[in-house]
């Protein structure tokens, strides 16, 4: 669904389905607001849900695929851009998957950039030729629009067997993307998101209300 029909649907609850006691008008800033919220809370809850019953696949519905092009290759190590910044999840959760785009059984193996000295030193590449990835803060470019992160490969095939792009399954935020791009929402959940947004809008907008709400304290003549 693109995030700019979230947005419309949101505007249209408020414009024709509400009572008039809940009518309310938000600008499209604070509808996208309220959606980064219920879409952050909903994938962090899903997040929880799977790691109490060890299956973070749950979180595989809410991905999308991205063919990303490798960079630079030499010996067995090379490195690509993410196209956005990892989704903050713990156990870098955000990220479900990266695998060879023209061998998709080819699943690379997620490691911790302080890690690598040690299976270096360990050998562990002469025994398990899998490859391997991790993620870095890229400080070759700044600016908006600009990758901010590296996907670090290790262990890649030489010998004319390099691989030339791998895919990426991994959540994006709706804050990451334009408004004619798609939001990756699981099949049949789209009104629920929506009626979700609504509901935040509207107690944030009583809650606000309420606060700023003074009682005044006139003496009596």
Same mark, same amino acid.
């Given at each position: 669904?693109?995030?700019i029909?979230?947005?419309?649907?949101?505007?249209?609850?408020?414009?024709?389905?509400?009572?008039?006691?809940?009518?309310?008008?938000?600008?499209?800033?604070?509808?996208?607001?309220?959606?980064?919220?219920?879409?952050?809370q909903?994938?962090?809850?899903?997040?929880?849900?799977?790691?109490?019953f060890?299956?973070?696949?749950?979180?595989?519905?809410?991905?999308?695929?991205?063919? *990303?092009?490798?960079?630079?290759?030499?010996?067995?190590?090379?490195?690509?851009f993410l196209?956005?910044?990892?989704?903050?999840?713990?156990?870098n959760?955000?990220?479900?998957?990266?695998?060879?785009?023209?061998?998709?059984?080819?699943v690379?193996?997620?490691?911790?950039?302080?890690?690598?000295?040690?299976?270096?030193?360990?050998?562990?590449?002469?025994?398990?030729?899998?490859?391997?990835?991790?993620?870095?803060?890229?400080?070759?470019?700044?600016?908006?629009?600009?990758?901010t992160?590296?996907?670090?490969?290790?262990?890649?095939?030489?010998?004319?067997?390099?691989?030339?792009?791998?895919?990426?399954?991994?959540?994006?935020?709706?804050?990451?993307?334009?408004?004619?791009?798609?939001?990756?929402?699981?099949?049949n959940?789209?009104?629920?998101? *929506?009626?979700?947004?609504?509901?935040?809008?509207?107690?944030?907008?009583?809650?606000?209300?309420?606060?700023d709400? *003074?009682?005044?304290?006139?003496?009596?003549?």
């Amino acid at each position: 669904m693109k995030k700019i029909s979230i947005i419309e649907a949101v505007s249209s609850f408020f414009a024709n389905d509400v009572t008039s006691d809940e009518k309310h008008k938000f600008h499209p800033e604070d509808i996208k607001v309220a959606l980064n919220f219920i879409f952050n809370q909903i994938i962090y809850n899903t997040y929880l849900n799977g790691k109490k019953f060890s299956d973070l696949s749950q979180l595989d519905a809410w991905s999308r695929l991205y063919e *990303v092009d490798i960079e630079s290759q030499i010996g067995t190590e090379a490195y690509a851009f993410l196209p956005f910044p990892p989704y903050q999840l713990p156990d870098n959760a955000g990220i479900r998957e990266i695998r060879d785009h023209d061998e998709p059984s080819n699943v690379f193996v997620p490691t911790e950039a302080t890690s690598n000295p040690v299976f270096d030193e360990l050998e562990v590449s002469t025994m398990d030729t899998t490859p391997s990835y991790h993620i870095e803060q890229s400080n070759v470019f700044v600016g908006a629009g600009e990758p901010t992160h590296i996907l670090r490969m290790r262990q890649m095939p030489t010998g004319g067997d390099e691989i030339e792009s791998v895919d990426i399954l991994m959540i994006v935020g709706p804050e990451q993307i334009d408004d004619f791009d798609e939001i990756i929402i699981p099949a049949n959940q789209e009104d629920t998101l *929506v009626r979700q947004i609504c509901d935040f809008l509207i107690k944030k907008s009583v809650d606000d209300t309420a606060n700023d709400m *003074v009682t005044e304290n006139t003496p009596t003549q």
